[in-house]
Structures are given as C-alpha cells and as structure tokens.
C-alpha cells in the first residue's frame, strides 16, 4: 500500500508564489511517476503536470511557465513551485503516484489566490 500526504497549500494574492510538496510512504517501487491534479469548486478535475522516474516533465498548457515539478527520489518527495498565481489557479491540488497502471491519491491540498 501507498500513502500520499500534500502539504504547503494556502491562500496567496495574485501574483504571489506557493510551493506544494507531496511525500509517499509504503511499498513503493523506484519507478513510478508522480504529478499533479487540481479541482476548482463547480469544475471538472483538470491535470497540471507529472514528473517521471528519470526527471522527465509535462505540463498542462494552463500552468507551463509558471509551475515547475521537482522530485527527491530519496525522500520519495515530489514539490510544485508555483509562481504567478492566477485566480483561476485556486482549487484544491491533489498528489497522484503512478506504479505501472494503478494510481495513487493524497488527500488534497487547497490552494486560493484572491485579493
């Protein structure tokens, strides 16, 4: 079993910066991806990024530039610096682990932009 715990949401004006981080525990194999989804109230769950085993990256057209994944495959840590944040980044960002075809979720982490 795996367990994901997110931490580092809260509320930031716009054009502020917030850094998430999520943590894995468990049986965890050293290949797996881990990434990023977020749901804003009213909306449909939207994906905002990954990062792979060996550092490789994507990420939603909505966020490139502006949001960087890193991982610490020591720590089985993967962080989300967020820099430039919209309004419309506010939602509550879950942390996915993906090992082969099963996936992963943390609890959530809320993230707000307002003025």
């Known amino acids: 079993q795996v367990q994901l715990v997110e931490s580092g949401g809260g509320s930031v004006q716009p054009g502020g910066s917030l850094r998430l981080s999520c943590a894995a525990s468990?049986?965890?194999?050293?290949?797996?991806?881990m990434g990023w989804y977020r749901q804003a109230p009213g909306k449909q769950r939207e994906w905002v990024n990954f990062?792979?085993?060996?550092?490789?990256?994507n990420y939603a057209a909505s966020v490139k530039g502006r949001f960087t994944i890193s991982r610490d495959n020591a720590k089985n840590t993967v962080h989300l610096q967020m820099n430039s944040l919209k309004t419309e980044d506010t939602a509550l960002y879950s942390c996915?682990?993906?090992?082969?075809?099963?996936?992963?979720w943390g609890q959530g982490t809320q993230v707000t932009v307002s003025s």
């Open positions: 990062i792979t085993a060996d550092g490789t990256t």
């Open positions: 996915y682990l993906r090992i082969g075809i099963k996936n992963y």
């Open positions: 468990g049986t965890i194999s050293t290949i797996y991806t």
